[in-house]
């Protein structure tokens, strides 16, 4: 079964340096998302993106965060100057065709802002 | 606003059925998400729903929507202790590019 592969697992950065969190979504996927789950709390939508631009961003999404599609198949999110709050585990998503059947996640990245 | 919520734990005893019960707030919302979280994993989709569908069943599991009380329900039946895990509801927003809203989740702990 076609899966979103998000590479590396676990992250540990210092506070004020910048991370890139990728992601290898579906090939045939025309959708891509990025959310993010702080320990015990909800998964909180960050970003879509279609059509190779942002779609709809959360309030979350501020100046430090970026998407980009270098190439045709990956998908990251870079964090400029991490914060001790960015600390969460980042789950990238894909779609074929919005809602529907449903979005794959991939396992995700444990971003650790020390 | 869009809201999700869920009761936060649940326990049953082994080859018991499980409910876990999630209400939403927005209207316009068009499909209807379960996803099951392992410890330390990602995303599971377990099923969905249409929102104008009532019911959906898929082998053990079965979705029950009442969108007049914007109220979805999961049940498990014959609950084993593999389905231990966190239990998300969520739904998709229409008008926008379906952005998922996501419930605080719903631990279900099977004893024997």
């Known amino acids: 079964e076609p899966e979103v592969t998000q590479t590396p697992s676990h992250q540990v950065t210092q506070m004020g340096q910048e991370v890139i969190l990728r992601c290898v979504p579906i090939s045939n996927h025309l959708y891509f998302y990025w959310y993010r789950q702080i320990l015990g709390q909800k998964v909180e939508f960050l970003v879509s993106f279609y059509n190779n631009e942002i779609s709809e961003k959360s309030e979350i999404f501020d100046d430090q965060f970026s998407v980009e599609r270098p190439d045709g198949s990956n998908f990251t999110l870079k964090i400029r100057s991490t914060k001790l709050e960015d600390s969460a585990m980042y789950f990238c998503?894909?779609?074929?065709?919005?809602?529907?059947?449903?979005?794959?996640f991939g396992s995700g990245t444990r971003l650790t802002v020390v | 606003g869009e809201d999700v919520e869920q009761s936060l734990f649940l326990s049953v005893r082994e080859g018991d059925s499980s409910v876990i019960n999630c209400t939403y707030t927005d209207s316009s919302s068009t499909y209807l998400y379960w996803y099951k979280q392992e410890p330390g994993a990602g995303l599971q989709l377990l099923t969905y729903?249409?929102?104008?569908?009532d019911m959906k069943q898929d082998q053990r599991l079965t979705v029950l929507l009442n969108k007049k009380d914007k109220h979805l329900s999961l049940r498990i039946a014959d609950t084993q202790t593999g389905d231990s895990a966190i239990y998300f509801c969520a739904e998709s927003i229409s008008g926008g590019y379906n952005k998922l809203i996501f419930g605080a989740g719903t631990r279900l702990a099977v004893h024997p």
């Open positions: 729903i249409f929102s104008n569908m």
């Open positions: 998503a894909s779609s074929e065709a919005g809602a529907g059947n449903g979005y794959t």
